[in-house]
């Protein structure tokens, strides 16, 4: 079983900075991309920020110069530095990864989900 758990959510003001963080746990043979995805309330949720597992990264167009992904690939863990954050912000956001496991000598790619943390921007 694998788990991913988030953490860094929280209140901010408009201009303020947060991080977030994803670590995932269990029997995990290798991780490849990993993202971040945010869901604001009565909006499709949609990816904000994805890496590979060799450390490129792509962004939504509105978030380009503001956030920043990585990854420690020793720790099976993502991070989202979000800075200069604006209202339009505010939504719950959501880990993902892609994950290599096995088990009885069958490979098996999977996406794994976390829970979601609260991102609140007040203008």
């Known amino acids: 079983q694998v788990q991913l758990v988030e953490s860094g959510g929280g209140l901010v003001q408009a201009g303020g900075s947060l991080r977030l963080s994803c670590a995932a746990s269990?029997?995990?043979?290798?991780?490849?991309?990993m993202g971040w995805y945010r869901q604001a309330p009565g909006k499709e949720r949609e990816l904000v920020a994805s890496i590979t597992s060799g450390g490129s990264a792509n962004y939504v167009d509105s978030v380009k110069g503001r956030f920043t992904i990585s990854r420690d690939n020793a720790k099976n863990t993502v991070y989202l530095q979000m800075n200069s954050l604006k209202p339009e912000d505010t939504a719950v956001y959501h880990c993902?990864?892609?994950?290599?496991?096995?088990?009885?000598?069958?490979?098996?790619?999977?996406?794994?989900w976390g829970q979601g943390t609260q991102v609140t921007v007040s203008s």
């Open positions: 269990g029997s995990i043979l290798a991780i490849n991309d």
């Open positions: 993902n990864a892609e994950v290599v496991t096995a088990r009885l000598l069958n490979i098996r790619v999977s996406d794994y």
